[in-house]
């Protein structure tokens, strides 16, 4: 199973909401990441939070970390259309083949104008 | 400054045929991955490289293989493609791990492979 897993599996909603996706993961971890990826492209990083940082901002962006639960959120604020792609979060992890960086299955973002 | 790049951005092959896909990266990163994306599915790794003339198994290497003769390239071979290796191919390029956990990955466009 994956080490981290994103909810919901797709999320839907108007421009100009806000938008929180969730992942959450099994193992300890160094840091947790969260990409973005345009359909038909490659995925562009957006954010990387320590384990020992609870919460992290980027522009329309806030991430927060919860080491407790093994659990972290992304918001975007005031979503435009531009924002409509999968999002994905990636951890480090000891998995079969050593120590990896796994990414989950992603959360599909629509954002209808 | 190019990034990471990848060719070719498409191909079909029929069953049996091989290729060879390249993924070259400027950056100087010393880590390379190479990654397939099945439809809905997130990223499954396939093969990686923590430097110069080294290679590792990911989590799906069977029908795959790698080398990395040149710290900015990063080759991945099909020799028998199968219809089950139509996927999309990206290639990822960081620095090496640090004690603050992996880093940034920089992601190629991409190859879309269709197995006929």
């Known amino acids: 199973s994956q080490q981290g897993e994103e909810d919901p599996q797709a999320l839907s909603i108007q421009e100009g909401e806000n938008a929180t996706m969730n992942c959450s993961y099994k193992t300890s971890i160094n840091n947790l990441q969260w990409y973005r990826q345009n359909s038909g492209r490659g995925l562009v990083h957006l954010i990387l939070?320590?384990?020992?940082?609870r919460e992290k901002h980027s522009g329309r962006l806030r991430v927060t970390l919860d080491t407790s639960k093994k659990s972290s959120s992304l918001l975007i604020t005031a979503s435009r259309a531009a924002d409509t792609a999968s999002y994905f979060c990636?951890?480090?992890?000891?998995?079969?083949?050593?120590?990896?960086?796994?990414f989950g299955p992603g959360t599909r973002l629509s954002v209808l104008p | 400054n190019a990034g990471v790049t990848q060719t070719p951005k498409f191909r079909v092959l029929k069953t049996g045929q091989s290729m060879t896909l390249l993924c070259a990266q400027d950056m100087n990163h010393e880590y390379m991955y190479w990654y397939r994306q099945d439809p809905g599915m997130g990223l499954r790794l396939i093969h990686y490289s923590v430097g110069e003339g080294t290679t590792a198994k990911g989590e799906v290497p069977d029908g795959y293989n790698v080398s990395r003769l040149k710290k900015q390239n990063f080759l991945l071979g099909l020799e028998s493609a199968a219809p089950s290796q139509t996927s999309v191919y990206f290639c990822a390029s960081s620095y090496r791990v640090r004690a603050g956990g992996f880093n940034e990955q920089f992601f190629g466009p991409g190859t879309r492979l269709t197995v006929l």
């Open positions: 990636a951890t480090d992890a000891s998995v079969d083949y050593g120590q990896n960086f796994v």
């Open positions: 939070i320590r384990s020992n940082e």
